[in-house]
């Protein structure tokens, strides 16, 4: 019945228009400690439930006004008391009634005459199972409770507006498909007045690649202020240590750039990332794209990134995502698609970084329509202003 002594007992409510069933099951379910409460109608029961929901409901289903599938009906449209267990207990003994007792949402069906030891294990049974569910929901809740704390503490690692650069414009959002992402950005001064820019995604998801991802983060971080102007370096750096800090079989595509604001010199390393689409301002928006220059992160040891580089004039600018973005999907199981992010790109080429990354979220908005989002997404439009 009761896992410990300490437990309180369960509650059972019965509900028979007999006063002799309700007499002889109260006085046997009383005497192997259980609280009982007995009514003799559908309507009573259900005035019951609002003062103090039972654990368990033994009901009749042959009843005057309110039979017992209509009462087991209510009982399960209310939020409050639908997960509450009810066994029926008639002396209707066809298989179409005891259908329609499971299909109304009973749990166990007993007819009459019953063997109390039968109704007695039955009812310790579906306790049993209310109690081990009962668990399982707030092992969840602490589960979820712990996960948006998590996720809360891994927000704060990112800056809510990147830092202000003298002639140029960042716009960023992140917004993880969980409560915790796998997917990050970063947008920093270095030492030398250059400007570290920053987006990645690690291969995987949940509360592992959250994990995953804050240690990458700190290495990258901490390597780019050792080797402000060599972001193979940091590159190679960050992959030693990860590949022997960790036991992991997970990996991490890093785009990774340092742009001297003054000449508009982007120097970076593109490890296993989406490339990075630069838009120009001249000659028609034209595109360029910021291809591979390595494997992803977390592969090889000893791994070795080139090095390139690209200069945004006055009017270029540059979107970096993950693939969040072009992976995202319909109802119809469509992906969004490089295409698609394009065309909403070169709509808002002659506006904002913050305009460009708007009606780049907008166009996947609409184009995702209610189907859940599937994976992470970041993305960063960095826009050289026109003097």
């Given at each position: 019945?009761?896992?410990?002594?300490?437990?309180?007992?369960?509650?059972?409510?019965i509900?028979?228009?007999?006063?002799?069933?309700?007499?002889?099951l109260?006085?046997?379910?009383?005497?192997?400690?259980?609280?009982?409460?007995?009514?003799?109608s559908?309507?009573?029961?259900?005035?019951?439930?609002?003062?103090?929901?039972?654990?368990l409901?033994?009901l009749?289903?042959r009843?005057?006004?309110?039979?017992g599938?209509e009462?087991?009906?209510?009982?399960k449209?209310?939020?409050?008391?639908?997960?509450?267990?009810?066994?029926?207990?008639?002396?209707?003994?066809?298989?179409?009634?005891?259908?329609?007792?499971?299909?109304?949402?009973?749990?166990?069906?007993?007819?009459?005459?019953?063997?109390?030891?039968?109704?007695?294990?039955?009812v310790?049974?579906?306790?049993s199972?209310?109690?081990?569910?009962?668990?399982?929901?707030?092992?969840?809740?602490?589960?979820?409770?712990?996960?948006?704390?998590?996720?809360?503490?891994?927000?704060?690692?990112?800056?809510?507006?990147?830092?202000?650069?003298?002639?140029w414009?960042?716009?960023?959002t992140?917004?993880?498909?969980?409560?915790?992402?796998?997917?990050?950005?970063?947008?920093?001064?270095?030492?030398?007045?250059h400007?570290?820019?920053?987006?990645a995604?690690?291969?995987?998801?949940g509360?592992?690649?959250?994990?995953y991802?804050?240690?990458?983060?700190?290495?990258?971080?901490?390597?780019?202020?050792?080797?402000?102007?060599q972001?193979?370096?940091?590159?190679?750096?960050?992959?030693?240590?990860?590949?022997?800090?960790?036991?992991?079989?997970?990996?991490?595509?890093?785009?990774?750039?340092?742009?001297?604001?003054?000449?508009?010199?982007?120097?970076?390393?593109?490890?296993?990332?989406?490339?990075?689409c630069?838009?120009?301002?001249?000659?028609?928006?034209?595109?360029?794209?910021?291809?591979?220059?390595?494997?992803?992160?977390?592969?090889?040891?000893?791994?070795i990134?080139?090095?390139?580089?690209?200069?945004?004039?006055?009017?270029?600018?540059?979107?970096?995502?993950?693939?969040g973005v072009?992976?995202?999907?319909?109802?119809?199981?469509?992906?969004?698609?490089?295409?698609?992010?394009?065309?909403?790109?070169k709509?808002?080429?002659?506006?904002?970084?913050?305009?460009?990354?708007?009606?780049?979220?907008?166009?996947?908005?609409?184009?995702v329509?209610?189907?859940?989002?599937?994976?992470?997404?970041?993305?960063?439009?960095?826009?050289r202003?026109?003097?």
């Amino acid at each position: 019945m009761r896992n410990r002594q300490s437990d309180p007992p369960d509650e059972i409510l019965i509900v028979d228009d007999t006063p002799a069933n309700l007499r002889l099951l109260a006085q046997m379910l009383s005497e192997r400690g259980y609280n009982v409460r007995a009514v003799t109608s559908g309507a009573r029961a259900l005035e019951s439930l609002q003062v103090t929901p039972p654990n368990l409901i033994l009901l009749d289903i042959r009843m005057p006004d309110m039979d017992g599938y209509e009462v087991c009906e209510r009982i399960k449209g209310d939020p409050q008391t639908n997960d509450i267990p009810i066994i029926f207990i008639s002396a209707l003994n066809e298989i179409a009634d005891k259908v329609r007792g499971f299909s109304v949402g009973g749990v166990d069906y007993i007819t009459k005459p019953f063997q109390f030891e039968e109704v007695l294990a039955r009812v310790e049974t579906h306790l049993s199972l209310r109690r081990l569910q009962k668990q399982l929901q707030e092992a969840n809740k602490k589960f979820e409770r712990e996960l948006e704390l998590a996720g809360n503490l891994q927000a704060s690692f990112f800056p809510e507006e990147p830092p202000e650069i003298d002639g140029w414009e960042v716009s960023v959002t992140l917004k993880p498909a969980r409560e915790t992402s796998g997917d990050f950005y970063d947008v920093y001064l270095l030492p030398d007045g250059h400007v570290g820019i920053l987006v990645a995604d690690v291969v995987d998801k949940g509360a592992a690649a959250a994990l995953y991802m804050a240690l990458s983060w700190t290495l990258i971080r901490t390597y780019a202020a050792e080797f402000p102007d060599q972001p193979e370096r940091v590159l190679s750096a960050v992959n030693h240590r990860i590949i022997s800090d960790t036991d992991s079989s997970r990996f991490v595509t890093v785009f990774y750039g340092v742009l001297d604001p003054i000449s508009g010199k982007l120097t970076y390393c593109n490890a296993g990332h989406n490339p990075p689409c630069l838009i120009r301002a001249h000659n028609g928006g034209e595109l360029e794209r910021l291809t591979k220059t390595g494997v992803l992160l977390g592969m090889f040891d000893d791994e070795i990134w080139e090095q390139d580089s690209a200069y945004l004039e006055e009017g270029d600018f540059l979107v970096l995502y993950t693939d969040g973005v072009t992976e995202a999907q319909n109802a119809e199981g469509d992906f969004f698609g490089r295409e698609r992010l394009l065309k909403a790109v070169k709509k808002k080429s002659d506006s904002s970084a913050k305009a460009i990354r708007t009606n780049i979220l907008t166009t996947i908005s609409k184009f995702v329509g209610d189907a859940p989002q599937q994976d992470d997404i970041a993305l960063l439009v960095v826009a050289r202003k026109k003097k």
